[in-house]
């Protein structure tokens, strides 16, 4: 069977949604798949929710607009009131639980995986970084790629002059996933 995976990601303006879904994308493409990543800006840059779609497929993509996800990282309530309705039964649902009630997690419907991200991301010392936790987790839950290929392509989107976050980054990355395993 070949792969395909479709995503939103989901958060507030500021949590880094639009970098995980563009590395995500990034990643998809050193894998040699087939990739569409498209942000939503706007008014969500300033506090509101923000998400983007990436959809990765070992075949030719027919559209790059999702309308019931295979998959979702959502990182605040928002998120999850806007999308967890659209997601596939037996989806996946990467919800940061340091900021969602998971009592509000559709568990009979998909597969719901309960993340501290802002916590995991607290302890490595950048809460900032919750949002590679979530991506860490997504990955090892999706199988959709190996860690190794997120991890290696953090210099494609994190830009020069912060580079020396990129083994911070990764840390947050394998968090995740072993949060998962």
Do not use: W
Request: proline share 4%; with cysteine; charged share 20%.
């Amino acid at each position: 069977m070949s792969r395909y995976l479709d995503s939103i990601i989901a958060g507030f303006g500021g949590q880094g949604v639009m970098l995980i879904g563009n590395l995500l994308a990034y990643a998809g493409m050193q894998e040699g798949l087939n990739v569409t990543y498209i942000p939503v800006y706007g008014p969500e840059m300033r506090g509101g929710t923000a998400n983007c779609t990436v959809v990765l497929a070992e075949e030719e993509i027919g559209s790059p607009i999702i309308r019931r996800p295979t998959s979702l990282i959502i990182m605040n309530r928002p998120s999850l009131d806007k999308f967890q309705t659209r997601l596939q039964d037996g989806g996946i649902n990467i919800i940061n639980s340091s900021l969602v009630d998971m009592e509000l997690a559709d568990t009979k419907r998909v597969n719901c995986y309960a993340v501290p991200a802002n916590e995991i991301a607290d302890k490595l010392g950048n809460t900032r970084m919750a949002n590679m936790v979530a991506l860490g987790a997504f990955i090892e839950a999706t199988k959709i790629m190996p860690l190794d290929a997120v991890v290696n392509s953090l210099d494609n989107v994190i830009s020069a002059h912060y580079s020396h976050l990129i083994p911070k980054n990764a840390e947050a990355l394998q968090a995740g996933a072993d949060h998962i395993k």
